[in-house]
């Protein structure tokens, strides 16, 4: 066995018999059967089984199956004789593009650690995850090699594989008709061969695939290693195990009834470095053999084009991207109703994009919950008429949830009461890399996950959150939800978008602070905007501040980064 077991004292919660099942779509089981073999063996049999049948489309250019394995075998044989072994950590480095798919299933193969990382990040964003997860090779979009290759000396990996997206292109006039390339930091550059320094990724591929007689992972090794945004801190890195990431593909699985084998395709709007993403393409998309259209980044041109030619029928995303798709299709006059399954996430899902999306769709738009160390999906809503628009739903099948008091977490809340949610499953990972500290905070001696939101519960398992328990203003000795006083301040018709949070009192303690982004030719009129808020909040919950921003920072998923905007902001305070 490789020395990267990892020991998890929530693999399974043991039989579930719980109200919320009874609301589960029909078929859906109360319990998957957990997985006994690692994701290595997983993609070797849909290689196998599915053989020609098309794993990757990029720009029009379908890869099958039968070569996607040959392509992860000899990167495999690759990143093995630069000395990859196993539980040796590779960093990845890389947008949505198929030379992302064939990285990760090689460095699975050797037993090695695939570290997922966001390759718009900065050299100094980048940094802290190398120091903490001590790389040696990475594998890098030749774009963010430079990053990379700026790290203080004896920081920067042995050895840099740089991927030129370009080679994947069917040809060059493609690509340009396609692709908008000064927002992908392409240029013509990108013609002229690798960045400077590095192994090209052709040169990874050009010797012998791997051998029969490698090690290879077993269910319980470490699979992945994925930094968390940090809105509590410093990125920590969450390790997925094999047995992880592969319970959630069965959850999910499970949870998609009517999926088929084959015949599924996914658009993979989502960054693979994200969990999500992750989740959905490369290991749930993998195990239904099915096609993955691949974009680099999320464009709404890009994905209407592609349905006209590859329709999708799994779309998952977040709430901006399906308003987006929605709009752009009925302005060109293409149809989404080949979509059967669409799972938003990341983000509250408005009642208006629901409305929007079903109505152009046809289809459910359902919303889920999810965090990197639950691999990531714990709830989610039904593909039924059961489903509670307004809540991310109830556990996912062998999922258990428990909703303890935020100032006595021995005492487990009553139904409506607001709590901290505590999770439990095979999908719950055993702790972050190399911080036992924050470890035993997040993970209770019962094997219990602690996600830090805080929700209420109706009798039946439908869940809705209230917001992140360390977000939670402290104000003359009341809690107030951000989350809150932002959707009070959306309804004002001059707001745009706010984001609220605490900033140090004069008088000590937190006071209440709004900044908003707002429409096109206002302007702030901040008592105003106060007497508006009086009108829906306690007075203690009304913004002392409210001050304007230009644009709201957000994550890759097209999350508002409340911490970004709270540092951003405390210099006008």
């Not at 992945?224 to 990431?245: C, D, E, F, Q």
């Not at 006059?333 to 938003?344: H, K, N, P, T």
Request: proline fraction near 7%; hydrophobic fraction near 40%; include cysteine.
């Amino acid at each position: 066995m490789p020395n990267n077991e990892c020991t998890n004292t929530a693999e399974s919660p043991g039989p579930v018999q719980q109200p919320w099942v009874a609301n589960y779509q029909a078929g859906v089981p109360a319990e998957i059967q957990m997985p006994t073999e690692s994701l290595v063996d997983m993609f070797e049999r849909s290689v196998q089984e599915a053989g020609d049948s098309p794993a990757m489309e990029f720009f029009g250019r379908r890869t099958s199956y039968r070569h996607l394995g040959q392509q992860v075998a000899r990167a495999a044989g690759g990143l093995s004789r630069l000395g990859v072994r196993a539980g040796d950590r590779v960093a990845l480095v890389l947008p949505n593009c198929p030379q992302h798919v064939v990285s990760f299933y090689a460095v699975l193969s050797l037993g090695a650690v695939v570290v997922e990382h966001n390759p718009l990040y900065t050299s100094e964003e980048l940094l802290h995850q190398f120091q903490d997860h001590g790389a040696r090779i990475a594998i890098v979009w030749d774009k963010a090699v430079s990053a990379v290759a700026s790290f203080p000396d004896g920081m920067v990996p042995e050895r840099i594989i740089s991927v030129n997206l370009l080679t994947e292109f069917p040809t060059v006039k493609r690509l340009a008709l396609s692709l908008p390339l000064r927002k992908m930091r392409t240029s013509r550059e990108a013609l002229s061969g690798p960045a400077p320094g590095t192994m090209p990724w052709r040169e990874l591929l050009a010797g012998e695939a791997l051998g029969a007689s490698a090690t290879r992972p077993g269910v319980a090794d470490l699979a992945v290693i994925g930094y968390t945004s940090g809105t509590t801190g410093r990125p920590k890195g969450a390790m997925l195990t094999h047995r992880n990431l592969y319970a959630n593909a069965l959850q999910g699985e499970a949870w998609m009834q009517g999926a088929q084998l084959r015949n599924e395709v996914l658009y993979a709007v989502l960054p693979m470095f994200h969990a999500f993403g992750m989740t959905l393409y490369l290991t749930f998309g993998i195990r239904k053999q099915g096609l993955l259209v691949l974009f680099p980044k999320f464009e709404t041109d890009l994905v209407i084009s592609a349905m006209k030619k590859t329709p999708a029928t799994v779309y998952c995303a977040v709430p901006p991207i399906y308003e987006r798709t929605a709009v752009a299709a009925q302005e060109q006059g293409v149809s989404l109703r080949s979509i059967r399954f669409a799972i938003s996430g990341a983000m509250s899902l408005p009642e208006h994009v629901v409305e929007l999306w079903e109505s152009v769709s046809g289809g459910l738009l359902v919303e889920g919950y999810g965090m990197t160390e639950s691999s990531p999906v714990a709830l989610g809503n039904p593909f039924a008429s059961t489903r509670r628009t307004g809540t991310i739903g109830v556990p996912f099948p062998s999922t258990l949830m428990k909703v303890v008091d935020i100032e006595d977490p021995s005492r487990e809340v009553t139904a409506g009461e607001p709590g901290e949610l505590l999770l439990k499953g095979p999908q719950v990972f055993p702790g972050y890399w190399n911080n036992p500290g924050e470890t035993a905070k997040t993970l209770t001696d019962g094997g219990w996950l602690r996600t830090g939101d805080i929700v209420t519960v109706d009798p039946e398992g439908f869940t809705t959150i209230v917001d992140r328990a360390k977000e939670l203003i402290i104000t003359g000795g009341f809690n107030v939800s951000p989350s809150e006083v932002e959707q009070v301040l959306r309804r004002h018709e001059s707001v745009l978008e706010a984001a609220v949070f605490g900033a140090n009192s004069p008088r000590g303690g937190e006071m209440v602070v709004a900044a908003v982004q707002l429409e096109p030719g206002t302007v702030l009129d901040e008592p105003g905007l106060r007497a508006f808020c009086k009108e829906y909040l306690a007075r203690y919950k009304v913004p002392v501040r409210i001050i304007e921003v230009p644009d709201m920072p957000r994550s890759m998923l097209g999350k508002i980064l409340r911490k970004q905007v709270k540092e951003a902001s405390e210099k006008s305070l």
